[in-house]
């Protein structure tokens, strides 16, 4: 098992919300993550790797849209 520095899962979990953005589907937010692993670190990140990364992820799309709504005053 490969072991993953905080600072490699905060990027697959960068790279997984922006193709949350882009698709709105955690599904291929999480492919997209895995994909970025293999390619950037040359891992494929275990369950619990990449499951840590999509929520960070989600963590960081509920901060996008609680922003929007306040600067919309919503």
Known sequence: MT???EN???AIAETALASFEMSASWKAARAAG???ARDEF???PNGAQIATAISKAKIGW???TYATKKELGA
């Open 3 to 5: 072991y993953l520095t």
């Open 34 to 36: 895995i994909e970025f």
């Open 62 to 64: 509920t901060a996008i």
């Open 8 to 10: 490699q899962v905060t």
């Open 42 to 44: 040359g891992v494929n």
